[in-house]
């Protein structure tokens, strides 16, 4: 199957599920989801950063996506580009993927405006739209670092501004989330009196909840066991909070630490129980289950479980 536009995927979830948004690194990844979203007739979003393509090549990650959608054919699937510069945004454009990001949310008001309203109108021309934020996460996300104390909550009436002077297709929202494995400080979690906010300013309108990981104490705790020297503070967005946020709009749910916490205790409970293998196949093959599983548990979270037949293309 062919990637389809998220928008496509938001008209129908919109208000009744979350898609997951999920970022990919390596072919390990690739299988693991597309595996979870066969197994459960799930669609999702294929999300690659600019770090991602750096990392692997741009034409090796688009080529893996396409290889799973062949050996997957049931997968309905986008293809997102998370996180991007103009320059990232323009490269994606031109090379398949069905949906982009541009992110100059660190950016004052008017700036982020004229960024996004630019990718917008390359994005439109060719069918392809375009994810915005407004307001600025905290946290660390591959090479982004925002410090805490330049975190802000996205304005609910700046947010309706800002879609109309843009005509961006969804909105990544500052509700009280962070990248990276320490989502929250203290016990705050997700400001849902923001996000009612918001939704009644755009309604019916698609937003994106980033930094959703939901970082499983029990998960830093056996990777620290092994050898990890993770912060036991870690903590991320409970389950309840994500049920919830889908009532407020919350189309896009992204998803990237957990699954890197994964990698860890995979890789580090393989060797830690078996120091004399070097081979990465085996150790590879017990991640590939474990992220179909993960996932599997996460595509039911979000409700998404069996949409993938009932979605209907134009």
Known sequence: MKPVSTQLLFDHCYGQYAIAAVNVFTMEQVHGLFQAAQHTASPVIVQVTPVARNFAHPLMMMNMIKAAAEIYPDVVYAIHLDHGTEAHAFAAIDEGYTSVMIDASHDVFDKNVAR?????????????????????????????????????????????????????????????????????????????????????????YPLVLHGAS?????????????????????????DEEVRKAIQYGVCKVNIATDLRLLWTKVYRSFFYHHPEQFDPLVPGKEYIEAYKQFMIEKLELLGATGKSVIIQFN
């Open 116 to 204: 996004t309203k630019t990718i917008v109108e390359k994005a439109h021309a060719k069918g392809i739209v375009v994810e915005a934020e407004l307001g600025v996460l905290s946290g660390v996300e591959d090479d982004l670092v925002v410090d805490e104390s330049h975190s802000k909550y996205t304005d609910p009436v700046q947010a309706k501004q800002f879609v109309q002077l843009t005509g961006c297709d969804s909105l990544a929202v500052a509700v009280g989330t962070s990248h990276g494995a320490y989502k929250f400080s203290g016990s705050r979690g997700l400001q849902f009196n923001v996000l009612k906010a918001i939704q009644e300013q755009l309604p019916g």
């Open 214 to 238: 939901s970082v499983k104490k029990e998960d830093v705790i056996a990777i620290n066991k092994m050898g990890g020297q993770l912060a036991d503070h870690a903590s991320g967005v409970s």
